[in-house]
């Protein structure tokens, strides 16, 4: 079965400081890879996914991540990060011809800034 | 601009209870789902279903029902409500799977 490893529960990071959030994935078939974020008491927001092509992608509120099928990772990442980053945010991942079982979820890093 | 509304936001129920959480979606996507979520747990699949009439069961799927009698909407039901469904329950859908998934807001349910 498919899974998805994010190792890290918390991370503290301060304001203006760089950003990377870790996401590892199993399954040996093409990956669809997304990055979601939750902001307290909301649902969940989609902030870039990767289908194929380049493989790293854009995506809102200046955050970015890089698919390396090397590594089986899907790590994002983010120059410098701002108190309105943090939040709850989720690697998820789906594979062509998997079924129509949505989308496999890590279990969330959560995103602390300090002043 | 409504994409995928769930009632209601908040509940309490009694061990025992039943009740209905509400899921409708203005996007004309055929699949639909149903998660929830625990602390640390990340989201867990509780049902789907890939059109009107077509419904399957997730990885937690105990305790819960479902039905899918039209494209927008999709109620996910409780019977004998137990402190272990105490939870958020997400509904989300999409055009194709598999897909970027939009979400609800959420149902926080709360069993006593």
């Known amino acids: 079965a498919q899974s998805v490893t994010q190792p890290d529960i918390h991370i503290t990071v301060s304001e203006g400081a760089s950003l990377e959030l870790r996401c590892n994935y199993s399954y040996g078939a093409t990956p669809y890879l997304f990055w979601y974020v939750q902001s307290p008491g909301q649902g969940l927001q989609l902030l870039l996914k990767?289908?194929?092509?380049?493989?790293l992608v854009q995506g809102i509120k200046g955050f970015e991540a890089e698919f390396k099928r090397s590594q089986s990772s899907f790590n994002l990442r983010k120059p410098s990060v701002h108190w309105s980053d943090a939040a709850e945010y989720f690697c998820a991942v789906g594979f062509s011809g998997g079924g129509a079982d949505g989308l496999t979820f890590g279990k969330g890093t959560h995103l602390i800034i300090q002043p | 601009n409504a994409g995928v509304t769930q009632t209601p936001k908040f509940r309490i129920l009694k061990i025992g209870q039943s009740m209905t959480l509400q899921c409708t979606q203005d996007m004309n996507h055929n699949y639909m789902y149903w998660y929830r979520q625990d602390p640390g747990m990340g989201l867990k699949l509780i049902y789907y279903?890939?059109?009107?009439?077509?419904?399957d069961k997730g990885e937690v799927p105990n305790g819960y029902n479902v039905s899918r009698s039209t494209t927008e909407d999709f109620p996910l039901r409780l019977e004998l409500a137990a402190p272990s469904q105490t939870s958020v329950y997400f509904c989300?859908?999409?055009?194709?799977?598999?897909?970027?998934?939009?979400f609800g807001e959420g149902s926080r349910l709360t069993v006593l």
């Open positions: 989300a859908s999409t055009v194709s799977a598999p897909g970027e998934l939009f």
């Open positions: 990767y289908f194929s092509g380049d493989t």
């Open positions: 279903s890939v059109g009107a009439g077509i419904t």
